[in-house]
């Protein structure tokens, strides 16, 4: 296991709703990426968090905001749920941001929307 | 955005062969690579990476062989054993930055 957590595992929404996904990053991981990972593809990176901060960002629409905490630990917020949504979202925990930190991704939490 | 993509989707082996996942991407920037594990129900697991002034590097069973004339990267598995089963995952990033472009995945099988 990495470390990193994720909650909730699974979760199913309809379409217009909001949603809050939560990640706690490793001990001792001040960066946290998120990425969606729709069913059969790779993970698109979607935002990455550094020290509360955004420091990066996707292409994806401003309906997907994030937050990060003291602890290091991230929220995703997705508003105005859409059926193309649904997919596995990861959050990925670094010691720091750059491409040469490993990152150790979580579980994932699969979003239904119907 | 970029454009990261295997050639084969599925690939079966038998338990003991080699097995070798090729990647194609398309960002002649790309400088750094990694090849990533993902087994069912979990994230994605750091196999081995390359930076762009290498052409091969070696670790535990693992080979990664990067061409950049033809923006190729593969991954050789040596020894497949069943745990190896999973989705493999190429993933590049330009100028070392903070994003890494994913390409599709190939499903590795491998037959006990």
Known sequence: ?114 | GESVGLHLPTLSVQEGDNSIINCAYSNSASDYFIWYKQESGKGPQFIIDIRSNMDKRQGQRVTVLLNKTVKHLSLQIAATQPGDSAVYFCAENPNTGNQFYFGTGTSLTVIP
């Not at chain 1, 990053?25 to 059969?40: C, E, P």
């Not at chain 1, 935002?47 to 994030?66: A, T």
Request: with cysteine.
């Open chain 1, 1 to 114: 296991e990495t470390g990193v957590t994720q909650s909730p595992t699974h979760l199913i929404k309809t379409r217009g709703q909001q949603v809050t996904l939560r990640c706690s990053s490793q001990s001792g991981h001040n960066t946290v990426s998120w990425y969606q990972q729709a069913l059969g593809q790779g993970p698109q990176f979607i935002f990455q968090y550094y020290r509360e901060e955004e420091n990066g960002r996707g292409n994806f629409p401003p309906r997907f905001s994030g937050l990060q905490f003291p602890n290091y630990s991230s929220e995703l917020n997705v508003n105005a749920l859409e059926l193309d949504d649904s997919a596995l979202y990861l959050c990925a925990s670094s010691k720091d941001p750059g491409a040469y930190n490993e990152q150790f991704f979580g579980p994932g939490t699969r979003l239904t929307v119907l």
